[in-house]
């Protein structure tokens, strides 16, 4: 299961909105929670209790599932809110979502970066309702519920009314406009309406005292009348969620069509930066999905901030950093630099306020350090973005807190000894110090730089010299092959490690199965046994999970690159396709969607060493507008491949690169500088049946690669 949704969202928009049935992950759908295994169904149909705002995208167990404020149109009574209809003639495009309830209510949303608007079309009735829950929170799962812990409404009249839930230490605020002519504003506690009253306060709520509260507009209505929901929101107060609604939505009594088409034309504008050609219709449809879902989160909630009043970019959503920093981040410095630029400023002030730069961030007081994932993964954006010298950060400042990072968490028993358990933290903080003394030394510290390579080197010790493979340790989601492959700072080291070339291409080639038997997936409930008898296969996740995602292109460091065009061919043409279920795993907030954009064009960002990998394309031509300009990937020899939801049984074979050529001149490695990608040009890669011997001579660089003279010699 992706486990994303099919609301409407903006382009790293604050606000999202979808149906909401209370299912897992992100509120909308069929699922109980799980992690391993085929889901169980909490539901026999597509429902919804009403439309809810803020929503995870493609994650996992993450603990918070927001879905705040949810808005209900109803013909029922009061007493009937939390009850679920079924959802017919569902259409979502980006920005816009709409159903129709079994009620006969025609249900439409969309939203801005930070509004939401509602569009509901009645069916006749005496006495018709919208109904705003601001008590509920979470999922309708075992431990999903998210309990607001204070909360203040106020009805102003008019169809005005405003009210803030802090839930999990952050103070939300929503500003409603409801433009319901003639019908009465009320508001309602315990599913009773409070007649005549224009306030309600709450200073301490828990799980044991709950009851539902929020405000109600109810009159009659004529067959096809339309009730426009008007809701902006804030991290900063009601005063603030007002201001952005009137900035958003311009005073307008029908603000609906205004706010779709600006969202539309936003996400056009995104869309535009990644030009495809050829391809068959399923294949382009996968690569526009994989680009949206790329860019929904993070959330950008400019200026809002609730933990420190500056203005300026206050992301969150960061939630599955360990993944998206590979692939994601990397994509947003390419055709979002702004924005990319934004998350490292607020990742820095994060780091600045809560004293470590968060693993993952959410929509909470205090980072969610996620600290069982991994360490020390912005230094390598931070790196990669200082190398292209764009992002506009003070960074001596930036670099006192990348190392000081580096010292907190599991880093300080990896500085003590050299070796951190988890020995996946080994990695990551080796790593991190590899990607820090990068900045050191571009800033003219080389002493300090000096001494972090050295420490960098500690990537070592996390691996059985005797075996080729990290030591037995526990492992987060996965095993000790699944994390061996990693795309280190000294590969030529690593495989040297593993026996040299031969050697490590054996044991990549055990991983991806080359002449196994096919793989067993395993079912609902899987027991403990099933999933330790997968571990134990030593394979490919396969991109149902991601700590291997970067894996198969571990071949071009051992001179194979046409390997690696063999697995991502068979990955591009099996694991994902058009319909429900067209994600071979989480989607984890958009890190395996941006796997697909890089795999499908070609290339592949190797995260913090400024590198990009070279790859047989899945298109005849494409073209990525960058910060300075055009880079146009085109090939001769192109050949349409179908992918499985086309209907094929077999495989088709895959192309493999037999030469290429940059702007004009010979490529004969496998590998570009990120600089080369961004700065605009032309890379033209020409492409045969047979394996070549094109890249094999000349691998991606390595930390203890020779010196150029000494290699020369």
Not at 74 to 96: K, R
Not at 251 to 270: C, D, M, Y
Not at 556 to 573: C, E, F, K, M, N
Request: hydrophobic share 35%; proline share 6%.
């Amino acid at each position: 299961m992706g486990n994303t949704h099919p609301g409407a969202t903006a382009p790293f928009g604050m606000v999202s909105a979808c149906a909401y049935s209370g299912a897992y992950p992100t509120g909308y759908g069929l699922y109980t929670k799980n992690t391993e295994g085929v889901p169980e169904a909490m539901f026999d149909r597509i429902q919804a209790s009403g439309f809810t705002h803020f929503q995870q995208s493609g994650t996992g167990a993450i603990r918070k599932y927001y879905n705040y404020v949810r808005v209900t149109p109803m013909v029922q009574p009061l007493d009937d809110l939390g009850q679920s209809w079924a959802l017919h003639d569902e259409t979502a495009e980006a920005g816009y979502y709409a159903a129709t309830l079994d009620t006969g209510i025609r249900s439409e949303i969309t939203v801005g970066d930070k509004v939401a608007v509602h569009r509901y079309t009645f069916p006749a009735s005496s006495s018709a309702r919208v109904v705003l829950d601001l008590s509920c929170g979470g999922l309708a799962t075992e431990l999903g519920r998210t309990v607001p812990l204070r909360a203040q409404i106020e009805s102003m009249g008019h169809g005005r009314a405003q009210g803030t839930i802090v839930m999990e230490g952050v103070p939300l605020s929503v500003y409603v406009e409801v433009d319901s002519p003639g019908w009465r504003q009320m508001l309602w506690y315990d599913r009773r309406l409070i007649d005549g009253g224009t306030r309600l306060d709450f200073d301490s709520i828990r799980h044991t005292n709950l009851r539902p509260f929020g405000m109600l507009f109810r009159g009659s209505a004529r067959a096809g009348q339309t009730i426009e929901v008007r809701m902006g929101f804030s991290l900063r107060g009601t005063e603030q969620a007002g201001e952005n609604l009137r900035r958003e939505c311009g005073g307008e009594s029908s603000a609906f069509t205004t706010v779709r088409a600006k969202t539309r034309a936003k996400w056009r504008e995104h869309f535009d930066k990644v030009r495809v050609e050829g391809g068959t219709t399923a294949r382009r449809t996968v690569l526009g999905t994989s680009l949206y879902h790329a860019l929904i989160k993070p959330c950008f909630a400019d200026d809002e901030s609730p933990f420190w009043p500056n203005s300026g970019p206050y992301a969150f959503d960061v939630c599955t950093m360990w993944d998206i920093y590979k692939t994601q981040v990397p994509l947003l410095a390419a055709i979002a630099p702004d924005r990319a630029a934004d998350l490292l400023e607020s990742l820095i002030r994060v780091c600045e306020e809560e004293g470590n730069f968060p693993i993952g961030y959410r929509m909470a007081r205090g980072a969610d350090r996620f600290f069982r994932q991994a360490s020390a993964l912005a230094h390598t954006a931070l790196a990669d973005a200082h190398a292209l010298g764009r992002a506009p950060i003070d960074w001596a400042w930036a670099l006192v807190h990348m190392v000081d990072d580096l010292r907190r968490m599991y880093g300080e028993d990896f500085y003590e000894h050299g070796v951190v358990h988890p020995i996946t933290h080994t990695l990551d903080l080796a790593y991190g110090y590899h990607c820090t003394a990068r900045v050191a030394r571009a800033l003219g510290d080389r002493r300090l730089a000096a001494d972090l390579e050295e420490r960098s080197r500690g990537w070592i010790n996390a691996f059985d010299p005797v075996t080729g493979l990290l030591r037995d340790s526990e492992y987060y989601e996965g095993g000790k092959w699944n994390y061996s492959f990693r795309l280190l700072h000294d590969m030529r080291g690593r495989i040297d490690l593993a026996g040299g070339d031969t050697a490590f291409i054996g044991k990549l080639d055990r991983f991806f199965g080359y002449g196994a038997e096919p793989v067993k997936q395993p079912g609902r409930r899987p027991p403990t046994a099933e999933m330790q008898a997968g571990y134990a296969l030593k394979r490919f996740e396969g991109l149902n999970n991601e700590p291997d995602m970067e894996a198969p292109w571990a071949y071009h460091y051992a001179g194979r690159p046409d390997r690696t065009a063999q697995v991502v061919h068979s990955a591009l043409t099996w694991q994902f396709g058009t319909g429900p279920g067209g994600l071979p795993g989480n989607d984890d907030s958009g890190g395996l969607s941006s796997w697909y954009v890089w795999a499908s064009l070609g290339l592949f960002p190797v995260a913090g060493q400024h590198l990009f990998l070279v790859n047989t394309p899945a298109f005849e031509r494409a073209t990525l507008e960058m910060p300075d300009g055009e880079f146009v990937i085109e090939t001769s020899g192109h050949r349409e491949t179908p992918i499985g939801v086309d209907g094929i049984d077999r495989e088709p074979p895959p192309l493999f690169v037999q030469s290429a050529t940059l702007n004009g001149k010979p490529l004969h490695a496998t590998h570009l500088s990120a600089a080369d990608v961004h700065r605009g040009g032309r890379l033209h890669l020409r492409l045969g049946p047979e394996p070549s011997s094109w890249g094999s001579g000349n691998r991606p660089p390595s930390l203890s690669d020779p010196p150029p003279q000494e290699a020369e010699r």
